[in-house]
């Protein structure tokens, strides 16, 4: 059957992935917010289904007032005799650790951290004997894919660090999984960068300590050289064979806004490439070295994603997440309604605002609530860091409650336009396409626009950093409550 491309939109980086029971379950990065690392769930390797996070726990993960983009770096998830392991870096500490579950639709470990440096980190099993590598220096401070072995119940090193391989001569060496196929050890890495010079390389041995030797065909996967064309940035990506015997790479890519206009706002998403072994033993990947939009998967099932999302039909505890470590004595969430109550803490502080929000999946979007404010200001918001995001919101002060539209770039923080309205409660819609958002409050069925703004001015090429844009429900100060809300994409 035929499938597009991405396979999970949105901002959900760095996939890692792995197969246990005919399933496959797939974890990507999160950074500051929490919980941390989301987990998904697939029959197929096309419908990928949230079914929660892996650090739910405070004592899990630090993220207080962390800076945006610091925090939970890419993850690894692997199965090792039915348990499962998930390995990330907390770039903020510089700490890499496991957590572990039997279950994973229960809670996993405390973390067990790694003594070895470095970030990206993952993880190999082969005869009882575990390896964990990562892009850093090795006890000899050579830089590359450098590897230890560990006693995987303490994390203690067993081995030191050595460097196993310095990749093809791309900067920003990252990404290193390693597999055994067919005899042979493969070890697959990205390079470029995650921008636009994005790719994934690869090299082989006969030995998990290598010799490795590159791929002379290296890189095996990129978009760099491909345009127009909207998918662009692909790499950073894990193997993984389907219950056909074929092999597909899960990678991160992302989509420009336009096909002649560079700049994403949407994150890093998740592609599904297929991998084809070659008679050298070599992999290719795609159908000359690229991701395309559309590709046929072996299985009789469609391609459903969701496209609505409401109170009703999310759960607060899975798609929705907070900024770093939220003061849940703020939130009253329920299938109805989400009370916020707002602190002096704002979406512009680097600390935990009154906020609750799901990742932005696709260009075309319509978001709307009905909103009450008792006291201070509750709101809609499209946010991708502290600088950079725009606000439609009700404020209620001595004098009366107003709508107000408020443009936040590079740390201007521009009040658009403010128009006062009847009693404390209106809805509240923002609208978006690939170029912008438009903002607008309703009431009593008399909807007012009250401003747009560029889609351009949330892209990560503006705000820098790893997130995408966040669209959230906030509070500061006063008590907000939002009901009928519902927000709804159009995959264009
Ligand atoms: C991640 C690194 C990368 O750790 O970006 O795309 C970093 N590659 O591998 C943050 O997502």
Redesign the pocket.
Known sequence: MKYQNPVVSGFY??PSVCESNGKYYLVC?SFQYFPGVPLFESGDLVNWKQIGYVLTRKSQVMLDKINSSGGV??PTIRCVNGRFYMVTTNDTTHQNFYVWTDDIHGEWSEPIYVDQGG??PSLFEEDGRVYFMSNGADDNGVGGVVQCEIDIATGKKLSPSRCIWQGSGGRYL??PHLYKINGTYYLMA?EGG?EYG?MITCARANSVWGPFEGNPRNPVLTNRNKAPFIIQGI??GDLICDKHGDWHVLS?GFRQQHIWRPYHHLG?EVFLTPVQFGADGWFTCGNDGTTDEFYEIKGDFEQKPQLEFTFANTRWDVEWCFMRHPHMENYELSDEKAVLHGTAVTLDDVDSPTFVAMRQREFHMEMKSDVRVDGGIGGLTVLITENEHYDILLEQNETGCSAVLMLNIGGIKHRQNSIAITGNSAQLIIRADCFGYSFFVAQDGKETQLGYGSTKYLSSEVAEG?TGVMTGLFAVNGTAEFTNFSCCYKNA
């Open positions: 980086p760095d990065s770096f890419a970030i990206d990252e990404s990205a995650t994005h790499g950073h991160l890093r790893f």
